[in-house]
């Protein structure tokens, strides 16, 4: 069941579709401070991934998480999953600030990461698991969920692809998303040098979103800027941001991230993607079609032959993730290449480096 | 009837609100280079006005202007319009770099003018119309049409003004236009130093709108950009513009306007507006409901009260003719004022010029 009110606990299920053997990827959780672990989980383990052991400091997350999960087994030293060479990949959604030291330390260990986006907090992290991919070949794959765990979205890859709309020329992507209870949220969402700021976090799915579908391997930010208009309690809160970005192949991209999804809404944020192409344009109503349907996985797709509306849910399915876990036994880069999400995390930081505070 | 296949020739009839007495506001149109004189007719006329006379260099453009109001005086010199002292205003839809000289031409004969949007080309005109309506106190007024003309936009401003969202943060604004077959475009459209580029043209109602719906005097163009995508045998032609603006009191402005209209839409654009609050958000659908409902003027409310959707068609009505006619009459400034007005043009004159091309 996908979860409507709260964009931190999403974690979808898909179809069973299994590429590996019983046994042949086995991977551990570790840090679980934000609720994507378990659509980090929930993809893998769908692709027939084994999900073996977990560990994280705090005990009410481990009992929740083997509530879930009762096939895996806690840990209490991390050492214990690190130093294990039977587990393939370790799958995390620490605090964004230790995203990047923890990938390192899994990397050194021989082990493929899978984190929850964003990434990075900082360049110099970045740098870091750049030169530690290359040292130890393994990789570091991040669960860009709002393209990759949505229905919708994968089909409009696809389409893209199939020249549906002509050559995309823009992509505009809208996040907002619903705060909720504040007194809920980790301390560290509001701590800015722990979450990054907002086109650090939420922002990187949009980047990483737009260089997809625009087939861009570079962009360069033209503008940006954040803002706190609404949470004069949280002063390191931005509960807004925009960037706009010119990809090296001339394809643009317009992003859009909030904290203000108003109560009233069905689900946790009215996501938008539209994808401008020569041909004709997709538009994604990704998490609820306003005011219609309180479903999610809308595609219009209109070009020279009409208007198409498509209604997704339980139809595409999710590759991604049994790409990752081939490409991590094969040593190929179907799912993502490395150098497409080291691009789209040194954007995200640039946007935020960069972004007028308003 | 609304035309459905052609923003050029976009002219609503709304139900007649007179507000003012037979013969007390007469006005002429002169040069009808652009379809939208239609529209600034039948929104005068529906207020009270009646249109007297017409004048345009080309007799077949006269002819079927009379065809359509044949109650209109054809004269052959714009001096019988321009030195009636019983015509009180001049509408008209000159080729874009025209519609400055136009203005300050029909104001210095002691008249009130009406142009279709863009009012200006170059910032010289502006500061020349500036100048004229200082010193001779006639107004310059511009036909807006896409907030002025379209009933779920100008319901929009009402819900904003009476806190439905809150205080809004961010309008964005997407204004595809189809281009139809350029064959029977005039050339004006396709020469640059004529229409101006394509954040000065269609760009004008897009930073018009975030002025108003934002409640702003004065902003800054943080970013901007144009391009030729598809349309390499008309080299002047920009297909793809957008912009992003900060206003002076801290809300911003994404805009994005383009050429690409693909033809199996069922209308000439599938404009929408999405305005944020910190309390909700309101999206319009103006023209079109895509791959739901052929007509236009759909509002979507969303805030902590729930999400709705209102169908506005012949609902609203426009108030803006009513009030320019008592402004005309009064010297008040409810429509709109000149400041708002010569605002929304120096923004979209130094847009065009910081704009980068792709």
Redesign the interface.
Known sequence: MVQKADGMTYAPKGKANHVVRPGEFRFAAMHLDHGHIYGECNGLMEAGGELVAVYDPDPARVAQFIATYPQVKAVDDPRRILEDPSIRLVAAAAVPSERGPLGCRVMEHGKDYFTDKTPFTTLEQLAKAREVVSRTKRRYFVYFSERLHVECAVEAGRLITAGA???P??V?G?G?HRMGDPSKRPKWFFERAKYGGILCDIGSHQIERFLSYTNNTSATI??A?V?N??HPDFPELED?G?M?L?GGN?A?G?H?V?W?N?????TWG?GRT?I??????I?LRKYIN???ERTGDHL?L????????HDLTGKIGFPFFGQLIRDSLDSTETAMTQAHIFTTAELCLLAQQVA?K?
Chains 1, 2 share one sequence.
């Open positions: 709309i002509g050559r020329v823009q505009l809208l907002p033209q503008a800027k803002a208009y609404h807004f925009d706009t010119i001339g643009t317009y859009r909030d203000l108003p109560r009233g809404l069905g009215d539209i401008l192409g020569t041909e004709g344009y538009e306003v005011a219609a219009f209109v070009n020279h032959e009409g208007e198409q509306h007028v308003l």
